[in-house]
T-cell receptor, first 112, second 116 residues
Framework: DVKVTQSSRYLVKRTGEKVFLECVQD?????MFWYRQDPGLGLRLIYF???????EKGDIPEGYSVSREKKERFSLILESASTNQTSMYLC???????????FGQGTRLTVV | AQKITQTQPGMFVQEKEAVTLDCTYD???????LFWYKQPSSGEMIFLIY??????QNATEGRYSLNFQKARKSANLVISASQLGDSAMYFC?????????????FGKGTKLTVNP
């Protein structure tokens, strides 16, 4: 069974902290994505990766970075968390452009 | 740049009736893919249907069909015989190339409510 796992379901962090959100997939997928979801704004793409150590900026990369040291793991890093980064974060992976993306369960991050 | 537009923030439909959720897209790519996802209140993202830009026939999956009009750059989702369990957020998404890698972008979504 296909699986994308995000390390935390809920997370509360303080302003200025460095935050790591982890995502692991067990499907040997090349492509992985990080989104944030906010009411009325849909899913906005932060970063994506098409191979190990490869990454591309999405539509809203400011304040975020990513790491992909192994094919199955794609980490989202908030260098210095701010309250406007409070959101639901979704990780996804897919094999090719013709196949669907599979999503993790999401991490609801609150920055106080 | 790739962009997905969903102009209906909310839609209402009576149970057992059909409903169309609108989606238009913008891309300069010749090869791309279009997807629809459902997100119930539980939060999981459920894949519904896929249409490739070179597919000549409209995609269908059970009660879901995709009305693909390439010249108009639209990819509307049609749900036939609506059920109460269809109440959810629906997202249209497009997959295409950016700098040689495959970007997947989503619209803002449409909240569908099915009334008994």
């Amino acid at each position: 069974d296909v699986k994308v796992t995000q390390s935390s379901r809920y997370l509360v962090k303080r302003t200025g902290e460095k935050v790591f959100l982890e995502c692991v997939q067990d499907m040997d997928h090349e492509n992985m994505f990080w989104y944030r979801q906010d009411p009325g704004l849909g899913l906005r793409l932060i970063y994506f990766s098409y191979d190990v150590k490869m990454k591309e900026k999405g539509d809203i990369p400011e304040g975020y970075s990513v790491s992909r040291e192994k094919k199955e793991r794609f980490s989202l890093i908030l260098e210095s968390a701010s309250t406007n980064q409070t959101s639901m974060y979704l990780c996804a992976s897919s094999l090719t452009r013709r196949t669907e993306a599979f999503f993790g369960q999401g991490t609801r991050l609150t920055v106080v | 740049a790739q962009k997905i537009t969903q102009t209906q923030p909310g839609m209402f439909v009576q149970e057992k009736e059909a409903v169309t959720l609108d989606c238009t897209y913008d891309t300069s790519d010749q090869s791309y893919g279009l997807f629809w996802y459902k997100q119930p209140s539980s939060g999981e993202m459920i894949f519904l249907i896929y249409q490739g830009s070179y597919d000549e026939q409209n995609a269908t999956e059970g009660r879901y069909s995709l009305n693909f009009q390439k010249a108009r750059k639209s990819a509307n989702l049609v749900i036939s015989a609506s059920q109460l369990g269809d109440s959810a957020m629906y997202f249209c998404a497009m997959r295409g190339l950016q700098g040689g890698s495959e970007k997947l972008v989503f619209g803002k979504g449409t909240k569908l409510t099915v009334n008994p």
